[in-house]
């Protein structure tokens, strides 16, 4: 089990830098369809850890930005083809080994073999290289996610945001919950998603926030209709 359920412990949203992600919420950024990720709850691999009681006295259950990010890498370990428990062994691993997202994940090695993932740090990449280890002129492991791992030195959000985007967005989990919003302001992406589907020009959308410049609204809105199309797959 990666995550459980906090034993009836409760947390005012914001949720400071652990942030607050409805289950729907958790599921469109890291890219895990519900019903994958009610699966993984059913099986306790990922369950809710953060309940939020509102001004209504009406709890809510949701995600931190910790368990986000391990939802996406046990998205991309088996889109790999790794078999979901070595992908959760795999992700305990570095775990224990690396704590939770931070900047030491960046000395992290991931290579998987078949359906085999394993974690290492200061690996002799002599001899294993740097992208496929070979064994008698065939593939016996590949090293995965080494530019995404890297770049968590300088933004937490690395493994979340793809590097197209990263110019535009970000998330920060002490910002707007941790919700996705575009880069060096508190604007939500799916603000800019939102009046876009009403019909406002990117220009309309300048005039009201003129501190954005157009580049970082395109890239906003590019990066939620990415979000749109991949909720389908």
């Not at 006295?57 to 368990?67: D, K, S, W, Y």
């Amino acid at each position: 089990m990666i995550y459980e359920l906090t034993n009836n412990k409760t947390r005012t949203r914001p949720a400071g830098s652990s942030g607050f992600y409805t289950p729907a919420e958790a599921s469109r950024i890291a890219v895990v369809p519900r019903w994958t990720l009610n699966n993984w709850k059913r099986n306790g691999i990922i369950i809710p850890s953060v309940r939020w009681v509102d001004e209504e006295n009406r709890e809510h259950v949701g995600h931190t930005f910790e368990a986000v990010v391990f939802m996406r890498l046990l998205r991309l370990l088996r889109e790999k083809h790794v078999s979901l428990y070595k992908a959760v062994d795999a992700l305990q691993q570095l775990k224990n080994r690396f704590g939770l997202p931070n900047r030491r994940w960046a000395d992290a090695k991931i290579f998987i073999d078949k359906e085999d993932a394993y974690v290492y740090e200061d690996w002799d990449m002599d001899t294993w290289g740097t992208t496929v280890v070979t064994k008698y002129n065939q593939r016996v492991a590949e090293f995965i996610f080494g530019e995404e791992f890297l770049r968590l030195k300088d933004r937490a959000d690395a493994l979340l945001i793809p590097s197209q985007f990263m110019d535009s967005v970000e998330i920060d989990p002490s910002i707007q919950n941790g919700l996705p919003i575009i880069l060096g302001t508190t604007i939500l992406t799916s603000l800019v998603h939102k009046l876009s589907s009403q019909g406002y020009k990117y220009i309309d959308i300048h005039r009201m926030y003129p501190f954005i410049p157009n580049a970082k609204i395109i890239g906003a809105e590019e990066y939620e209709t990415y979000l749109d199309k991949a909720s389908l797959n």
